[in-house]
């Protein structure tokens, strides 16, 4: 959080150890807070100019002058100061100088109002309440909180055309007239300056979003795919093996038929259709389930209807060849068939 006071003045040692004891007192309240800023030790400091001025009573408070990078670093903090109370936590020591400083005053403007994606707004109370803490101090602390209370009444509803105005006036005194000279011209801009910050975040937002998804997406194809794949191989492996045990009965029908056990044939040859109508299922399955075509593969049920067909053409000729060969006298046997149908016969 940011304390907000007037300048700290080392002719005060009681006021200003009154401050630092607050300051402690609230960062015990609040174990979360993780760091104190304040300008005067914040940013470097020069007032040579002072000296010039025979402002100084002694060399001892001297401070300065800035060299070109802390002049930089001066320079940006002007320009960037108005986040900082904009967003962060204020602790404000009002006195009675306090209401007659610029920097107080624009400090006040900036704690009381917050940066949202339409612009600056006004806090509410309740927004004022958790992020801002009034405390007055020395002989303001008579007012019993009425001064606090003309600071809130003054800032948090002002506009930025009407914080300019009232801090352009030649009553609100700053140390450095270059100070009001550089922020107030600048300070129409904050509202848009806030919107874009807002924007740009916004933006950011929706692209980390977008990433996340496109990722999310992949991941899932990813899943997708080597499930597919997963799934495909069980199909194929065992749509293989009833390719491979439909090769096996078929030898072992044809050995069958061969040997003239045209039982065994039979019961082999429904074994074969079983086979080849739980492998058409199989493919069933595997198409309706993968809605893709695997041509690679040459699967489909046309294909082992086809095989199906094929066989029992092929099973049905040879039994009726057999059977004709057994129902003729042993002077008209065709020899010749009786070897294609099985090698190494004897008549």
């Known amino acids: 959080f940011s304390p907000e006071h007037a300048d700290w003045d080392k ?91 610029f920097w107080t005053q624009f400090e006040a403007f900036l704690a009381l109002h917050k940066p949202t994606s339409y612009g600056l707004e006004p806090k509410t109370m309740e927004d004022v309440k958790d992020r801002v803490t009034i405390v007055e101090m020395g002989a303001a602390a008579a007012s019993d909180g009425a001064l606090a209370a003309a600071l809130i009444q003054t800032w948090r509803t002002k506009s930025i055309a009407q914080a300019v105005e009232v801090l352009s006036a030649p009553d609100v005194e700053v140390m450095m007239k270059a100070d009001k000279d550089r922020l107030l011209p600048r ?81 082999l040859q429904v074994e074969i259709q079983e086979l080849n109508a739980a492998k058409e299922s199989e493919i069933a ?7 893709f075509e695997d041509t690679n593969v040459g699967i489909s049920v046309s294909d082992a209807n086809a095989t199906r067909v094929a066989l029992d053409v092929k099973l049905t000729g040879l039994r009726q060849q057999l059977e004709d060969a057994e129902n003729v006298e042993s002077r008209f046997i065709d020899v010749p068939l009786m070897k294609k149908l099985g090698a190494g016969w004897s008549c």
């Open 11 to 101: 002719n005060e040692p009681v006021n200003q150890s009154a401050k630092l004891r607050v300051i402690q007192e609230k960062l015990r309240e609040h174990p979360d807070m993780k760091g104190v800023w304040m300008d005067f030790i914040g940013v470097p400091q020069d007032n040579t100019w002072m000296k010039k001025q025979n402002k100084l009573d002694d060399d001892s408070f001297l401070l300065g002058p800035r060299d070109h990078a802390e002049s930089m670093f001066f320079q940006n903090t002007l320009d960037t100061i108005k986040l900082l109370y904009l967003s962060g936590k204020v602790l404000i020591f009002v006195d009675q100088k306090y209401m007659g400083r």
């Open 187 to 267: 300070l129409p801009t904050l509202g848009d300056h806030v919107k874009d910050i807002f924007k740009r975040d916004h933006e950011r937002r929706l692209a980390a979003d977008e990433e996340k998804a496109q990722q999310a997406a992949a991941g899932i194809r990813q899943q997708v795919e080597a499930s597919r794949s997963e799934i495909k191989g069980r199909h194929l492996a065992r749509i293989k093996g009833f390719d491979a045990k439909i090769a096996a009965i078929d030898q072992e029908m044809m050995a069958a038929v061969q040997s003239k056990d045209f039982v065994k044939a039979g019961k």
């Open 285 to 291: 399955n595997f198409n309706h389930g993968q809605s």
